[in-house]
């Protein structure tokens, strides 16, 4: 089964305030990515990689850095919280080296509240 | 944007019936994946359509593509109070695998 752990489960952080979500997966799989989800705009992609040290900037990547220092674990890191980054991030893994058909799997989030 | 006319945002119906939710994009894709989200989860993939399959099933689910419309649904008959979830149809862009996730279709399943 593919297990994708991400931690916190929630996490209450102060305006200005370093903020780092981090995500771990099981699967061995290549790819890792960054998602957050409001309400109305669905799933958005905030970052991206395809392997140890590799990061990559998705759809919204202002505001946040990522960090892949291994191929299990890939980390969201936000230096200067803010208000607006209020939401719930999922992150995930998939394996496929072709374009369009990679399936992902998803850890069960984080909602992270900027104070 | 990717996405066409927007999916249906909330639906409502009666344990035992059917539904279809409906997906149009703009973009050039050849392979279109259904996403459920249970409340408090993460999305857990449903199925994946080719558009070589214009059909495929699984289960009570049904998915079909159209790439000459570009528009996907998703068919769930018989529903059961646990199929109450949002569901998302994702595509990735033509030279690009990194899925793009519509806003999702609220489906509430009344027992």
């Known amino acids: 089964e593919a297990a994708v752990t991400q931690s916190p489960r929630n996490k209450v952080a102060v305006t200005g305030g370093k903020v780092t979500l981090s995500c771990n997966q099981t699967?061995?799989?290549?790819?890792m990515y960054w998602y957050r989800q409001d309400t109305g705009h669905g799933l958005r992609l905030i970052h991206y990689?395809?392997?140890?040290?590799?990061?990559e900037k998705g759809d919204i990547p202002d505001g946040y850095k990522a960090s892949r220092p291994s191929q299990e674990n890939f980390s969201l890191i936000l230096e200067l919280a803010t208000p607006s980054q209020t939401s719930v991030y999922f992150c995930?893994?998939?394996?496929?080296?072709?374009?369009?058909?990679?399936?992902?799997?998803f850890g069960s989030g984080t909602r992270l509240t900027v104070l | 944007s990717q996405w066409g006319e927007e999916n249906l945002q909330a639906l409502s119906i009666q344990e035992g019936e059917d539904v279809t939710m409906n997906c149009s994009y703009k973009?050039?894709?050849?392979?279109v994946q259904w996403y459920r989200q249970k409340s408090g989860k993460g999305p857990a993939q449903l199925i994946l359509?080719?558009?070589?399959?214009r059909e495929k099933r699984s289960g009570r689910l049904r998915a079909t593509l159209d790439t000459s419309s570009q528009s996907s649904s998703l068919s769930i008959t018989g529903t059961l109070a646990t199929d109450t979830a949002v569901y998302f149809c994702?595509?990735?862009?033509?030279?690009?695998?990194?899925?793009?996730f519509g806003s999702g279709t609220q489906l509430t399943v009344m027992p």
């Open positions: 994702a595509l990735a862009s033509s030279g690009s695998w990194q899925l793009i």
């Open positions: 359509i080719r558009s070589n399959e």
């Open positions: 699967n061995n799989h290549n790819n």
């Open positions: 990689s395809y392997g140890a040290g590799s990061t």
């Open positions: 973009t050039y894709t050849t392979v």
């Open positions: 995930a893994s998939g394996d496929a080296w072709t374009s369009s058909a990679e399936t992902l799997y």
